[in-house]
């Protein structure tokens, strides 16, 4: 059974593929017990941090022998508050009507179901009733009636469980939420480091390790966006983890806006693992017989270090989060003009740059920013969403249905979110921006974002976008957002909501997407915020893909994708070949090495192909055959990252068919090795007994390419090898 309520020893089990979680009644009160490797239940699980009855001996409760909710500092606690005796990091923060701030949170029951429940508003993985059950415990506080409803889903074949919080108010009085985070997990005494992710512009992803100490470390975001500076994602492991060793505990948000993860070490050694909506200026005014809803938070037990993570996150996202036609459909190979035009283009140019496309085989041409309004640089237009018939004479209709005539399909840009002050919108409705009275409008890249936290500014964006859905064969839309929120505020709420703000845009933003992926179920959408700078899972369920970054120089790439690989899947990531020297880098690099990287992402390209040489052009063509051939491989296959480019000279992924039946190898270098030695690359994951043919026929067997490996030494700066292995 998934899920087990032992009522003897009152203790909750919830048994995930290989991995349990267990929480205890400790009278009344909702203990954590454990999270780790599969644990059989006939096993007696006695632990002086969650018993009462073993807390009474310890010299920390002695004073207070006797009131459990006094004691609650040194016990390990399922969802922790404010007020309750607990002083350590609380998940829960309220305010009430008469100024008290106090929570103390009593078992009252709980329901064990088939399936996951959706979560009104908010995007969430979902299952089928026999991949999945659910347990609902129901918490109520005796002196304002709030009720806390804790929802934890556990995967039958995944590591996976994952949880948010439900708040009823069922008392008489307002009651305001301070925070309220959608997983808290004590875990024992022992050493831990914590591997997040960060960057920036042009920077997404890059991992950082580093040991947790007896303080609060916090990883999050104030941006109104999940951001690169700090990915909503964080992993707790032992030191001794490695790649493919050890346990490792982690938690990813499926939710895009402001968000708050950390861990909170107390004197005991106890680690306190927290995720969820960011506390900081955050305020929900919940008023009697209302609901709050926290987003998801879906947590990860992987004996088999962060590659095993990411494997569990990639299968999670694959088959439990994305929707729609394209969840598993073969998605076009696009060329997108940004790079080649930026936004100075006509409707030749456009033609031609298809045209260029369509020669070397590509499937859908994308016009990217600057066709609409008067919009001829970042400085006006967004809002105006009607051609510029100066630009496109022939309309968004007449030249997708050109595009269409040469055999491919036609894409459009779009940023929904945004206004520039310099626009008819703006001019009509400007309080229909984000902003704080009496203060500057803060313009970044000349724009103000849209106030979304209004219903009535996401019911205009619902039909305006629908109105350029509606007026042209548009198959893809690339849904970009270029700035991150400040003077942040709406016309639209009372002075007692504006801590709402962010979170409302949010429910606005997801309510615009989820009303557009519904209406337009054949457009492929892709998500896109300066590159990947809302690179979540919150996204990822309206979108199936995401522009991974601005940075399309394939070094970089290397880079930014192992880091991305962490939490999402190959298959998820915008991978284009572009022109060199690099825009952002300035760096020149062989076609064959932009292809490979490329290739190993949702490929396409960023260039005017007609610019580039026949012998190049040749490369290209051979690329999208190779995409071709691999890309099953690739996007719903297995990843081990071999090699990384953040400790060496080499970056090696590596991708196996669910069956074994194929294997796809990429290995890069960055500069060449002058002399002396190799460096080995072993693979993993292999039957050892399997027989495997390579590109030019020669055949290895699993061990050995897991155990001697291949011997690479890097004869040019910037290599790249792509290895396709068959199982014979
Ligand atoms: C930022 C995106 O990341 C780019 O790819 C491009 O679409 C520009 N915006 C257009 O303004």
Redesign the pocket.
């Known amino acids: 059974m998934p899920i087990h309520f032992d009522e003897e020893r009152g203790l909750l089990y919830l048994h995930a593929k290989n991995s349990t979680y267990v929480m205890g009644l400790n009278q009344n009160h909702l203990a954590h017990v454990y999270w780790g490797p599969s644990l059989p239940e006939e096993m007696p699980v006695h632990s002086p941090v969650w018993k009462l009855t073993e807390m009474m001996g310890s010299s920390m409760s002695v004073a207070s022998a006797g009131s459990l909710w006094r004691t609650l500092d040194n016990i390990r606690s399922e969802y922790p508050t404010f007020g309750s005796g607990d002083l350590r990091e609380p998940a829960f923060h309220a305010e009430y009507a008469d100024g008290s701030r106090a929570t103390e949170l009593a078992y009252v029951g709980h329901t064990i179901t088939p399936g996951k429940p959706a979560i009104p508003g908010l995007p969430a993985t979902y299952a089928e009733e026999d991949a999945a059950t659910t347990l609902t415990v129901e918490l109520a506080d005796a002196v304002t009636d709030l009720h806390v409803f804790l929802l934890y889903t556990v995967f039958s074949e995944l590591d996976v469980i994952t949880r948010s919080v439900r708040v009823e108010n069922r008392g008489k009085e307002t009651v305001t939420i301070r925070r309220i985070f959608s997983a808290s997990v004590d875990l024992p005494p022992q050493k831990l480091e914590a591997v997040s992710l960060f960057g920036g512009w042009a920077k997404e992803c890059s991992p950082s390790r580093v040991p947790v100490t007896y303080a609060d470390l916090t990883f999050d975001s104030k941006r109104g966006h999940s951001s690169a500076h700090m990915s909503p994602f964080l992993a707790l492991l032992p030191p001794e983890t490695t790649e493919e060793v050890g346990s490792v505990y982690a938690m990813s948000f499926v939710y895009s806006g402001n968000f708050a993860a950390g861990v909170y070490k107390d004197i005991t050694g106890t680690h306190r693992m927290y995720m969820g909506l960011n506390a900081f200026d955050f305020g929900w005014r919940l008023d009697p017989g209302e609901r709050f809803d926290s987003p998801e938070v879906a947590m990860v037990y992987s004996g088999e270090g962060l590659g095993g993570m990411s494997r569990t996150y990639h299968e999670l996202w694959r088959h439990h989060l994305i929707r729609g036609k394209y969840k598993y459909a073969e998605r076009p190979v696009l060329l997108?003009n940004?790079?080649a035009t930026?936004?100075t283009f006509t409707e030749d140019d456009i033609l031609a740059i298809a045209e260029g496309g369509k020669r070397l085989g590509v499937d859908m041409m994308v016009l990217?920013?600057?066709w609409f309004g008067k919009r001829n640089d970042?400085t006006s237009s967004l809002g105006d969403w009607y051609v510029n018939r100066d630009k496109l004479p022939s309309g968004i209709d007449g030249l997708a249905a050109k595009v269409e005539a040469m055999g491919m399909r036609f894409g459009l840009?779009l940023?929904p979110e945004m206004l520039s002050p310099d626009s008819d919108l703006y001019r009509a409705h400007p309080d229909w921006c984000i902003h704080t009275p009496g203060r500057d409008r803060l313009e970044w890249?000349s724009q103000l974002t849209l106030d979304l936290s209004r219903p009535e500014v996401v019911d205009y964006m619902i039909d305006t976008v629908s109105k350029v859905l509606d007026g042209a064969a548009i198959s893809y839309v690339?849904w970009?957002m270029?700035r991150s929120m400040s003077n942040i505020g709406s016309a639209g709420l009372p002075a007692d909501r504006q801590q709402e703000v962010p979170h409302r845009y949010m429910l606005g933003l997801y309510r615009l997407m989820e009303t557009l992926c519904q209406r337009y179920p054949d457009i492929l959408f892709e998500g896109?915020?300066?590159?990947g700078q809302r690179f979540d899972a919150g996204i990822l369920h309206y979108m199936p893909q995401i522009?991974t970054?601005?940075d399309s120089d394939a070094i970089e790439r290397e880079r930014i994708h192992t880091g991305t690989s962490y939490v999402f899947p190959p298959e998820t990531q915008g991978s284009h070949v572009s022109a060199c020297p690099n825009q952002v880098t300035k760096r020149t690099v062989p076609m064959k090495t932009r292809c490979d990287v490329a290739v190993c992402g949702q490929f396409g390209f960023?260039l005017d192909l007609n610019r580039e040489s026949e012998e190049d052009l040749a490369v290209c063509r051979g690329a999208i055959e190779t995409y071709k051939r691999i890309r099953h491989t690739v996007h719903t296959g297995k990843m081990y990252r071999l090699a990384s480019p953040f400790e060496g000279n080499y970056t090696a992924w590596q991708f196996v068919e669910q069956d074994g039946s194929r294997v796809v190898a990429f290995i890069g270098n960055t500069l060449a090795e002058a002399a002396g030695g190799y460096t080995v690359i072993r693979f993993r994951g292999l039957d050892p007994e399997a027989r495997y043919r390579d590109d030019i026929g020669e055949i290895y067997t699993g061990a050995f390419l897991m155990n001697i490996g291949l011997y690479e030494r890097a004869a040019e700066d910037f290599g790249t090898r792509l290895i396709t292995l068959d199982r014979v």
């Open positions: 997108n940004w790079e930026t936004f990217d920013d600057g970042p840009w940023e890249r690339k970009d270029n896109c915020s300066s590159g522009w970054s601005d960023e």
